[in-house]
């Protein structure tokens, strides 16, 4: 079965100073790979994306993630940190094994980053 | 690009009650639709998505029902509410927005949050 993990609830960090965000999957050939942002009572929003090609994709808001297959990791960086990125972020894998390609996606437990000041 | 709208934004309903949220979706046709539930501020779990008009197909038995009216209009229905359908519920889209780089992305509502007392 396909999955994603992030193996930590909260992700306390300085304003200033680099963060990451963890994210490993499970799935069955190629991944199609996404990192979400959700800011208090609010919808998702998508930050970037991992299809093909380049390991290191770029996003929004200064945000990029880096596809590493043999440790099955798309870990969330950010190299200078503010105080406006605490959020809760999610991982997610889209679902391959959907029948018809419905781009249902498969969503981690979300990490909260809290930056401080 | 696309947006989703819901509403209402905020509901209180008693134990027994029906339910009513709609999704409409501007900017694509044909679009993929989806509702996600997310509790306690943490995970999020698909309970229904839809390819087309009266199409719904559901993960998980509960007592919640969608439908699929029009091709953009999306409603996620209960005949009689209780305590556990709390929570807060977005509606999803994936569909053409003659943008590659939106190509497999889901864009996400502001949500529903529903107290069910």
């Known amino acids: 079965a396909q999955s994603v993990a992030q193996p930590e609830d909260q992700v306390n960090v300085a304003e200033g100073n680099p963060l990451t965000v963890k994210c490993t999957y499970s799935?069955?050939?190629?991944?199609?790979l996404f990192w979400y942002v959700q800011y208090p009572n609010r919808g998702l929003q998508f930050l970037l994306k991992y299809i093909t090609g380049d390991n290191l994709v770029k996003g929004s808001y200064g945000f990029e993630a880096e596809f590493n297959k043999s440790q099955t990791s798309f870990h969330l960086k950010k190299p200078s940190a503010l105080v406006s990125d605490s959020a809760l972020y999610f991982c997610a894998v889209r679902d391959i094994e959907a029948p018809g390609g419905y781009n249902k996606l498969i969503f981690g437990a979300g990490t909260r980053l809290a930056v401080h000041p | 690009s696309q947006t989703i709208h819901q509403w209402p934004a905020t509901l209180v309903q008693p134990v027994g009650s029906p339910l009513s949220l709609e999704c409409t979706v501007e900017g694509t046709s044909n679009p993929n639709l989806y509702w996600y539930r997310q509790a306690a501020g943490r995970g999020l779990q698909l309970l229904f998505y839809?390819?087309?008009?009266?199409?719904i197909s559901s993960e998980v038995p509960q007592n919640l029902s969608a439908s699929r009216p029009q091709d953009r209009q999306f409603i996620l229905s209960s005949k009689k509410l209780l305590l556990s359908d709390s929570g807060f519920y977005l509606c999803?889209?994936?569909?053409?927005?003659?943008?590659?780089?939106?190509?497999?992305?889901?864009?996400f509502g502001a949500g529903s949050r529903l107290t069910v007392l």
């Open positions: 799935v069955s050939g190629n991944p199609y």
């Open positions: 839809s390819v087309g008009i009266g199409q």
């Open positions: 999803a889209s994936k569909g053409w927005t003659g943008v590659k780089s939106g190509a497999n992305v889901l864009t």
